[in-house]
């Protein structure tokens, strides 16, 4: 069966990330700081939401687009929060998870050959969903001296004739980056040069701690025109399985990924579109308790990484902390390998979020105040004993 | 402060390290603060949160509607603090609506609760009348659930 896959998909790598899981999850007692979703359970008024629509019996298809009353919600949540103004008739899809919005923009943008720049490390789906969509995926690399920004000359150098697209995710899966508007706006500038589209992916955009404000480059001059804004309720509202996300983008291009989504998907799920309602028009309170909560946490596992001797800035997004390990002299995977055979701590090497992510892991603060106390105590005795 | 009050409040027994770590502040420093709201006034002690059901079936508590007619010049303060020195009381609040107090009563048995609101509650002067509501269940005392939430079914690793 081998040689019926399509070349493109074979030539896909597995995961990085699956190979991991499947050794953590063939062990016992391991306390991981792997997960990259929120340890909450939606708060429950979200929840009851849910159930609400299941009992007035709300469970047929809805419009392609979404709930045309959840697509005003994003509408006015974008516009409150984020400052750009979309129309929500015309400019917002309703789609599952931000995933399928990253897929379909790109389907519908594309030209076989056409190249996408993305920064890397970086959420492991954005290259192959770029390959998938017969793109050429070209990566920028992001450094720890830069704090992970994305630097407009790394950039403008990858730029050719075939460059389509830009796909940014600040803040960042999984270095925890944050871009603020000065540097946002060299990155805008070369988009417009060079008439690109920006995907940007905007899901951590409400966990962003020590007051650093989050900026989204469709709010920049000159580029909401050219830039496709997706978000979802997986992060800030704890929803991953809920799968919803969106997009907002000039119409033509929202009526392109349609097309798309109407035969592929047809909508996203109706309970969960009605769940996204409560949680945007009555969530804040719910996303301003869980933010503090990971803030603190984050504190606590940048000292005590600091304290054990792994380096680790104090990153302003996301919930995960690169830490660098290259003092240990160990490689990513290595050092992650044997954290969880010794001390049963599952952490991920940096390598599953590209080459770039080499000498770093990425711990996710996504965990109980308790479970990270005991994951950094036991890995303090690892890297202590790594220096005997 | 805020912050520090919302993490001493869902666990005060939480160690002072921990929380300074959380905090980004010295362990000293966050003496000094706790110190200082102790002080104040602010916190006022630190305590369990006793779920008496898995200890023993016996312990009643009680929540007291209480009507009193105000006094000239004291208005309620005199005769609720009256009420709230009793050790059965537990917490007692001033509230609007159709009655005045709500005492929240804990005792031994039904009967001790009764005699308590008979003998001691209804016998002050200017108790016109109480209306006495025995708890049945509890699900969630001062932010602490009883029941338990979803079980934890996280994959082990995910991107």
Avoid at chain 2, 56 to 80: C, H, L, M
Wanted: hydrophobic residues 40%; contains cysteine.
């Amino acid at each position: 069966m081998e040689d019926k896959i399509a070349a493109h998909v074979r030539d896909i790598p597995r995961s990085g990330i699956r190979d991991f899981f499947e050794i953590v999850q063939s062990m016992h007692d391991v306390i991981s700081l792997g997960i990259g979703e929120p340890d909450f359970v939606t708060p429950w008024h979200i929840r009851e939401a849910a159930l609400f629509s299941l009992e007035k019996g709300r469970t047929g298809y809805t419009s392609n687009l979404g709930l045309p009353k959840l697509r005003e919600a994003i509408a006015g949540y974008v516009s409150r929060q984020f400052h750009v103004d979309y129309h929500a008739p015309s400019e917002v899809l309703v789609s599952v998870g931000v995933s399928e919005a990253i897929d379909i923009a790109l389907r519908a943008l594309l030209n076989p050959g056409d190249e996408v720049l993305f920064h890397e490390p970086c959420y492991v789906s954005y290259g192959p969903s770029i390959t998938l969509a017969h793109g050429k995926a070209v990566s920028i690399p992001v450094h720890g001296k830069d704090n992970f920004q994305l630097r407009a000359d790394e950039m403008a150098r990858r730029i050719t004739p075939k460059t389509k697209a830009l796909l940014l995710n600040f803040p960042t899966n999984p270095t925890g980056a944050t871009m603020p508007r000065e540097a946002l706006e060299p990155i805008a500038a070369l988009c417009v040069q060079h008439d690109l589209i920006v995907l940007s992916d905007e899901i951590y955009a409400e966990l962003t701690y020590d007051g650093a404000e989050h900026v989204s480059i469709a709010a920049l001059p000159g580029m909401r025109e050219r830039t496709v804004f997706l978000h979802g309720l997986s992060k800030g509202w704890a929803m991953t399985g809920f799968r919803v996300g969106y997009a907002c983008a000039p119409a033509p291009l929202i009526e392109a990924m349609m097309k798309i989504h109407q035969y592929a998907i047809l909508c996203a799920p109706t309970m969960t579109q009605y769940a996204a309602i409560e949680a945007l028009e009555h969530g804040d309170a719910a996303v301003a308790h869980m933010r503090e909560k990971y803030g603190l946490r984050r504190n606590f596992i940048v000292s005590a990484l600091n304290e054990m001797g792994i380096p680790c800035p104090t990153p302003r997004g996301a919930f995960y902390v690169f830490a660098d390990i290259r003092a240990t002299g160990l490689t990513s995977r290595e050092f992650s390998l044997r954290l969880l055979e010794e001390q049963k701590v599952a952490v991920v090497p940096g390598t599953a979020f590209g080459a770039d992510g080499e000498g770093f892991v990425r711990c996710s603060y996504a965990t109980s105040l308790e479970q990270i106390k005991i994951a950094l105590q036991r890995m303090a005795v690892f890297v202590a004993g790594l220096k005997c | 402060m805020e912050t520090l009050l919302r993490l001493l409040q869902q666990d005060s027994n939480a160690s002072r390290e921990d929380l300074a770590r959380q905090l980004n502040l010295p362990v000293g420093e966050l003496n000094n603060r706790i110190a200082a709201l102790e002080k104040e006034g602010v916190i006022r002690g630190y305590q369990a949160i006793v779920d008496r059901e898995r200890l023993d079936q016996n312990t009643v508590t009680a929540f007291i509607e209480v009507r009193i007619t105000p006094e000239r010049g004291g208005g309620f303060d005199r005769i609720a603090h009256r009420i709230a020195k009793f050790d059965q009381v537990v917490s007692c609040y001033l509230i609007s609506g159709g009655y005045d107090l709500i005492v929240v009563v804990q005792g031994g048995s039904l009967r001790e609760v009764a005699s308590f609101v008979s003998e001691k509650l209804s016998t002050i002067e200017s108790v016109i009348s109480t209306a006495t509501h025995f708890r049945l269940k509890t699900y969630k005392e001062n932010g602490a659930l009883f029941t338990s939430d979803v079980p934890e079914d996280r994959l082990p690793v995910s991107p």
